[in-house]
């Protein structure tokens, strides 16, 4: 059994000190809904929105997994990030510019099948994971409001993605 763990746990501890945590979900979250979206009949991701007991409220953790269709670029991801937010109203630009240099830091490129999970901790701001590596935190209440908005604001561009995240078929 000892020869077993050890891989196992140094595995572990080469990540901590690597700083690369890995995103695990805690036992009790359950998805909450899930659907897709899609960009002129092309599939880009395939979303799910993860809550406590299934049960997303917005001033409680939750997280957000993209498991993506296609390759895109880091470049393309932040700019319709960026563009969404702006769209969404209510910040400004010098704002937006800082949130666009701190996701440049997180977002990598995407190849097909790849993952990545956003948390949003609403006391502190947003963490990020690809392929269950964390890539960053932005620790900003108001950016993680902002970019979670994105779909789940009754504004988002993709309502019908809302209503399937939220559960509401």
């Known amino acids: 059994m000892k020869a077993v763990l050890r891989p196992w746990l140094l595995a572990c501890c080469l990540a901590m000190i690597a700083g690369r945590a890995v995103a695990e979900l805690p036992p009790d979250w359950r998805v909450q809904g899930q659907g ?11 979303a799910s929105l993860w809550a406590p007991g299934g049960n997303w409220q917005a001033d409680r953790p939750y997280a957000l997994k993209l ?3 296609r390759d895109i670029s880091s470049r393309q991801l932040v700019e319709a990030s960026i563009d969404e ?22 977002f990598p490129d995407v190849q097909e099948g790849d993952v ?30 902002a970019f979670f908005a994105i779909w789940l604001d009754e504004d988002t561009r993709e309502p019908g993605l809302r209503k399937l995240l939220l559960g509401r078929s």
Do not use: C, N
Request: hydrophobic share 40%; aromatic share 14%; charged share 35%.
């Open 85 to 106: 937010m702006q769209r969404l109203g209510g910040v400004d630009k010098a704002r937006l510019a800082r949130w666009k240099l701190q996701l440049e830091q997180v």
């Open 67 to 69: 498991r993506y269709s």
């Open 116 to 145: 990545i999970i956003g948390i949003s901790r609403p006391a502190r701001g947003a963490e990020f994971y690809h392929q269950d590596r964390l890539t960053g935190r932005i620790d900003d209440v108001e950016f993680a409001r």
């Open 36 to 46: 897709e979206m899609r960009w002129f009949g092309f599939r880009l991701y395939e």
